[in-house]
């Protein structure tokens, strides 16, 4: 029999796609056309945030929100406890699927450290259990290590049920679905802003994008899969301390990230004609092509490639050969993105302050 965690991984695979969110075999790569016109700044950032980023935002808010019912019907019946494991795994997800990497809003609100810093500080827990804050206001003054995605998982690895800790995880959640609304609201009037409009703002934006990109990528790389390895190696430790408590939780919110990512960075396996302006997505592999970067494009397609495959074919329970592997590929990525990609676009790289803790 397989152990539940990976029941509900397997599952939750599954659930991924009624969320519109992106899976299956994507590391196969297509032919890419062979003419692709000239993408401007402002055509790729309205592909970015009027018709990729908003429906992102939807689907969180729409998770978050069934949290927060699942979190109170647990509190009334405490035997649901894996039901709320389970929407909580949906949350995370979906997420993730919008943070990765981090932009405009996310970025600007801090958001990553509102509801998702890790690790999560058990004696700040207990000590904002004990205060018990009963309102959002209240909440707000609880220290992001007690708060969020992270702390409300720590909570519902309890044993005994009180109504502190009930109250407490309800509230978190509520918290969660406040920032997803905030975001979703944000990404909206983000939607409806004209890129034409002005120069400068185009500019730092789109230079705000493939900046984040690196930063998401390296985030997933460094702090999600290789750190926690190389501190317990340090450590001399018998397991690596990872951000979710289950292995598997890890491994399939490294492949959302790594699909979120591959989403901004490639075209679609299917796609056959280069993406329209006005009504898709432009991702930086059509930039490079409409620049006339053909073989940076190919080589940037096939070692992202590489990558899809060794993140896809991940195990729930993997070994630290193995992530330590894929990590290594991932810095190849980075390496050709540092030095090729983005020349080619022309956009300078240096990391803003707020790409994440």
Known sequence: MKPASVVRRQALKVSLLGLGLPWGAVFAQPTAPIVFPY???????????????????????????????????????????????????????SWQALATPALGPILKRRSQRQIDFWPTRPALLHKALARQPQTLAELASIGSPAKGLPALEALLRYQNLTPDLCSYIVLLAQGIEAEAVILREEFARWASFDWTSSEDTTQTSMAEWINQWLGGWERLRWLHIEQPLQKARTRAAATASFARHEMATNVLEWQVQWHALRTQALLKPEQIAPPRHDNQLIPIEALLRGKGHLAIANRWSALLGEVGKAVEHLTAQPSPTECLAIAKKMKVVTLWYQNEVAQALDIPLGFSDADGD
């Open 39 to 93: 993408y401007s700044a402002a055509q790729a950032l309205q592909g970015l945030y009027r018709i990729h980023l908003p429906s992102l935002a939807q689907a969180f808010t729409e998770q978050a929100h069934i949290l927060v019912e699942v979190a109170s019907g647990y509190c009334a019946n405490p035997k649901t406890l894996e039901l709320l494991r389970w929407q909580w795994a949906k949350t995370l997800m």
